[in-house]
């Protein structure tokens, strides 16, 4: 079988996986503080007993734009996002530090700060959790104040909001969509809060993705599929020729 069929195989694969980062891009457009993937794959010469005349195509690792997203007003107490750089740190399911920029956030029946998801947001001393209050209020610094239930009027700080900003090189997307340290960049322990970042109470952060350039790239890719799979069907056709031009020898 002529090799030239592995070669689109090999291509048509790739634009599959490349379209379905796409496609994921463009479903989260709506998805607030979400950052877009990127898709990404290369040419490999395929070397064996003679010289490398073809070549495959390979999967590169596939990285994440953390461009920040437009801030959108929503009037909500509890609605933060982080202005300019950084990450509001969190404890996912597993007990495990991560960081997002997803700063939409709620109060359990316990008094912990979680995001809409569930995730327990991160402090100064680890989750935190809020007595009963009349109003809260939380300041540019992360700085979480709070009018007690009863207190006639006085705001008490109760916490800070945890806001880390690691290097950019050393963060990767986990596949539920948080960030955090690459194995190779893991730290000893917690990650460092950073006194200087900010955050803007009242807002949220919308999804860094252009939703033209996602169907823009969809479609670019559809037809690079097309062509693989009229490379395939060519190679076999010529493979189907040759034998009824050997059975006629």
Known sequence: MDKALYIGMSGAKQ?????????????NVSTTGFKKDFAQARSMPVFGETYPTRAYAMTERPGTDLAAGALMETGRDLDVAVDGDGWLAIQNGQGEEVFTRTGSLQIDVNGLLRLESGEMVLGNG???????????DIGADGTLSIVPAGGGGQLVEVDRLKLVNPPADALEKGLDGFMRRKPDQALAGPEPADATLRVASGFLESSNVNAVEEMIANLQLSRQYEMQVKVMSTANENSQATARLLQNL
Do not use: W
């Open 15 to 27: 634009n599959m996986l490349a379209q379905r980062v796409h496609a994921n891009n463009l479903a």
């Open 126 to 136: 680890g989750p935190i959790a809020l007595p009963p209050f009349e109003s809260i």
